[in-house]
């Protein structure tokens, strides 16, 4: 292992000093990388619904969109299907989560997000009222508890983590969609 350097004594030799950076920040890297591994990081999309908080895995997650408009209105559709949206050329389902859920409509405000579920065969976007970035768990912070929601997502929920006092309910997307009360949305 290389001795480290002053970065002082680089500062008239931009070569050897963007070496040692280089150095530098691959061995933190490094470092970090090992760590995560064996610490089991889980990492997930945080979201707000109802004023709860809620993760969805990362994997399930394809992008996060504002809510896009104009949406076709989809005839004979469940209420909670608010329309086809075109995002890129694809058509892509719009689901008021909430409202699948029973739990009424979500309020649409500049924070409202669709979430693009990342699934093979069903494409659909969810709607919810917030998405707050990705947060990152270790295995340890994991529970199999099922909490009660405002919402009533408990059927669809695959555990939570809880950090300090907060509890983050795992929204299961794949769940969700291949359950027959969202496949059958026609009415």
């Known amino acids: 292992m290389q001795e480290s350097v002053a970065l ?43 004023g709860e908080l809620y993760l969805v895995a990362r994997e399930e997650a394809r992008e996060v969109l504002g809510l896009p408009t104009p949406l076709a209105r989809v005839p004979g559709a469940k209420s909670w299907i608010l329309g086809l949206a075109n995002i890129r050329g694809q058509l892509l389902p719009i689901i008021d989560l909430r409202a699948f859920l029973g739990s009424g409509p979500t309020p649409a405000s500049r924070t409202t997000r669709v979430i693009v579920v990342n699934h093979r ?6 709607l919810v009222d917030e998405v707050l970035g990705f947060r990152r768990f270790t295995d340890a912070e994991f529970t199999a508890e099922v909490p009660a929601t405002i919402v009533r997502a408990e059927r669809y929920i695959a555990g939570s ?3 300090g006092t907060e509890q983050w309910p795992v929204l299961a997307l794949r769940s969700l969609l291949e359950d027959p009360p969202f496949t059958g949305a026609s009415t």
């Open 161 to 163: 983590f809880r950090r």
């Open 8 to 50: 002082k004594t680089l500062r008239d030799r931009p070569f050897e000093l963007l070496a040692e950076l280089e150095r530098r920040g691959r061995a933190v890297s490094a470092n970090t990388s090992t760590d995560t591994a064996q610490a089991g990081e889980w990492v997930g999309v945080a979201l707000r619904m109802a």
């Open 121 to 126: 065969e069903i494409p659909a976007g969810l």
